[in-house]
């Protein structure tokens, strides 16, 4: 029987939740699934490993007895008599429904109850027969956005994955590879290597002159379902979670040649190709030859290999065919970002809202990150699913604000909000409580299925607002779940290198919003760009790393950052920003 992973777990216990939800359960009983699975989820050990251990498991945040059992079931029997009795009476089916953009668990229920309509293909034919409009509250219009929603899912490229669920194995089977005495080097490659934002399957390459043992221990790892692929120098594997992971085992003298190959993307390799054939070379996945003699070059690195050929070397998250080869003629790539870049964050979230920790224990995290400054930037009042923060509520929150950072001195704390921009334009707070506030964060959370002109008009308000210091992940995206809204993102960056208010790369990895292409408009623009991880526990500042990356893929410098600065001056920038 497959062990069962943290993942495994934590997918079940969503899907209890929001079958339950389906089904009209109590909301607390609904959140208390949710907030296990986010737990697990979030855990630093296996579950697994805790549990063949003895130890109690109602220790973990958010797991308690009723958890607790359901968990040793599974351990135990690999299966879940309460999952089993709740499928047989809510198909299992309409967890998939729910995925549908703007399709909330009671219209799923009423869908299912009223028209017997259990899978997404269902629902898309009575929505494109008119069927739906014979449900309660339900028009023309909001037939139409349910329909606009499926086809919106069927446009997801399918199996991809984003890089928050691809990263953890793809280090773990890293860690493994360099384990082994046989492995000389070994590196991530394809499109994770590129820290692209969805990704298919794992590519690895590793140097060795034992491939053969190197490969039967890539086969043998943990989880491992089935060996999908196998030739002299490659194999594929698929693990019990669905993940597809794919190994090239090369002598360490062809390494960079293989390993350039492998990275991608195609563009950028046949552009590399065709530079080569013009200087009288082939290039192939295992060497450079010369086409006059057949003579091979052999390149245990990329940076060697791109020189040969004329190039500074190009970072793996540059080879996209935008411009970067003509870029390393001129020496003109921009010098990456690193995460000691990052000085400060100013869009974070605590127990006064939807984070999971006090403002004290996010600024002691944000301390031991090496952070400067830290802006608790809580919700506010009218998105009440996540527990926003009126102007009262607020005010207190200024004296936590204040106690933390007495006993937090190593960091400077501000008090902010990440302030609604409500479905109608305006704004969740009026100006007299935004300009109480040290840092004001402006978002959309809903309505992002409204038209183009209506979701620009209420970034703009936003943008237009001489408090308003950062528009909050722009597009509203959610990877793999939920289509970024229609904006007109050219009009909102003019609008933000007008007013000179900033734009967010968010980190969390659902989001990385702005994307890599919008974060390198928006520079060419001269709008200031900010990197946050959105930070609801200690751990997602963890996630930093993803938004330098999506940053160093638009081309982004530690200028164009602006909490790459120290506190005062970063202070300093935002001020200016509605002194216009």
Request: a negative charge; hydrophobic letters at 40%; one cysteine or more.
């Amino acid at each position: 029987m497959p062990q069962l992973t943290n993942r495994d777990i934590a997918i079940l216990l969503n899907n209890i939740g929001d079958l339950l939800e389906i089904k009209g359960e109590n909301r607390f009983k609904t959140l208390a699934y949710r907030k296990a699975a986010d737990s697990i989820a979030h855990l630093d050990q296996d579950l697994f490993d805790l549990w063949q251990s003895g130890a109690d498991l109602k220790t973990v945040e958010g797991i308690g007895k009723a958890i607790a059992d359901k968990v040793d079931e599974l351990f135990t029997t690999g299966k879940l008599g309460f999952w089993e009795r709740l499928t047989a009476e809510v198909p299992q089916s309409l967890v998939k429904v729910l995925t549908i953009p703007d399709v909330g668990p009671k219209l799923v229920r009423t869908m299912w109850q009223e028209l017997d309509l259990t899978t997404i293909a269902e629902v898309k034919a009575a929505a494109q027969q008119g069927r739906l409009q014979s449900l309660p509250r339900m028009g023309a219009k909001s037939e139409a956005r349910v329909l606009a929603g499926i086809e919106a899912l069927e446009r997801r490229e399918p199996g991809r994955m984003h890089l928050g669920i691809a990263w953890p194995p793809a280090m773990q089977i890293m860690a493994a590879l360099e384990a082994l005495p046989e492995t000389v080097q070994v590196s991530l490659a394809g499109s994770l290597r590129r820290m692209r934002e969805t990704i298919g399957d794992l590519d690895f390459v590793a140097a060795t002159e034992e491939p053969g043992t190197v490969m039967a221990a890539f086969q043998s790892l943990p989880g491992v379902a089935e060996v999908i692929k196998v030739k002299p120098a490659e194999c594929a594997v698929r693990f019990n979670s669905g993940l597809e992971a794919e190994l090239f085992c090369v002598a360490p003298s062809r390494w960079g040649t293989t390993l350039q190959c492998v990275t991608g993307n195609k563009p950028h390799n046949r552009q590399l190709e065709a530079l080569a054939r013009q200087k009288g070379f082939s290039l192939d996945e295992y060497a450079l030859t010369r086409q006059s003699d057949g003579k091979e070059f052999l390149f245990d690195n990329e940076v060697d290999l791109y020189q040969f050929l004329g190039f500074s070397y190009i970072p793996p998250y540059l080879r996209e065919a935008r411009g970067e080869f003509e870029a390393a003629l001129k020496n003109e790539l921009p010098a990456g970002l690193t995460v000691g870049n990052i000085k400060g964050e100013v869009h974070c979230h605590t127990t006064w809202s939807d984070g999971r920790q006090s403002v004290e224990e996010m600024a002691r995290a944000a301390l031991a990150c090496g952070y400067q400054y830290l802006a608790i930037a809580d919700h506010s009042q009218s998105l009440g699913i996540a527990n926003g923060l009126t102007p009262e509520r607020l005010r207190r929150q200024r004296r936590e604000i204040e106690e933390a950072q007495a006993k937090t001195p190593g960091i400077r704390l501000w008090q902010g909000t990440e302030m609604e921009i409500k479905a109608d334009g305006s704004l969740d707070f009026a100006d007299e409580v935004l300009a109480e506030l040290d840092f004001v964060v402006a978002s959309i959370h809903t309505g992002l299925r409204q038209d183009r002109e209506t979701l620009t008009r209420r970034a703009l308000a936003a943008i237009n607002n001489p408090h308003v210091k950062l528009l909050g992940h722009p597009s509203g995206r959610l990877l793999t779940r939920r289509e970024a809204g229609d904006f007109d993102m050219e009009a909102i960056m003019q609008a933000a290198a007008k007013t000179g208010t900033m734009l967010e790369i968010n980190a969390a990895p659902e989001r990385l919003d702005l994307n890599d292409v919008h974060a390198r408009q928006a520079i060419e623009l001269g709008v200031k760009l900010v990197i946050n991880c959105d930070a609801h526990h200690a751990d997602d500042f963890d996630n930093l790393h993803f938004g330098v990356a999506i940053a160093n893929r638009g081309w982004a410098t530690a200028e164009d950052i602006a909490n790459t600065r120290p506190a005062d001056e970063f202070m300093a920038l935002f001020t200016k920003i509605g002194n216009w």
